[in-house]
């Protein structure tokens, strides 16, 4: 079972990117898949979560607005797509089983991450 993300790079403030999270060794369909990141320095941070058995999701309040977490069962792919990026959303970024809950999502193993990099 392997989450692999992707699609990180380099971007100007206000910028756009589309991370990609491809999943090998099982399906996704029925599997709440999310995002984490972390910066240089600081403690890893849940981004996003979604859940296909409820439909719920969950943003953090720094990106809630900017980011938008989907899927493409046909795909086995989650994406993240981040608009209107700033300079503190530079990080390493990693997908991740995720379980929606009162209180914040917890998360599960997560793969190899992508580096975003937010900077003029």
């Known amino acids: 079972v392997q989450l692999q993300a992707s699609g990180g790079g380099l971007v100007q403030p206000g910028g756009s990117l589309r991370l990609s999270c491809v999943a090998s060794?099982?399906?996704?369909?029925?599997?709440?898949i999310g995002w984490l990141r972390q910066a240089p320095g600081k403690e890893r941070e849940g981004v996003s979560c979604?859940?296909?058995?409820?439909?719920?999701?969950y943003y953090a309040d720094s990106v809630k607005g900017r980011f938008i977490i989907s899927r493409d069962n046909a795909k086995n792919t989650v994406y993240l797509q981040m608009n209107s990026l700033k300079p503190e959303d530079t990080a390493v970024y990693y997908c991740a089983t995720c379980s929606n809950r009162v209180g914040g999502p917890t998360f599960g193993s997560w793969g190899q991450g992508t580096q975003v990099t937010v900077s003029s």
């Open positions: 060794g099982f399906t996704l369909d029925y599997h709440a």
């Open positions: 979604l859940s296909p058995s409820d439909g719920s999701t």
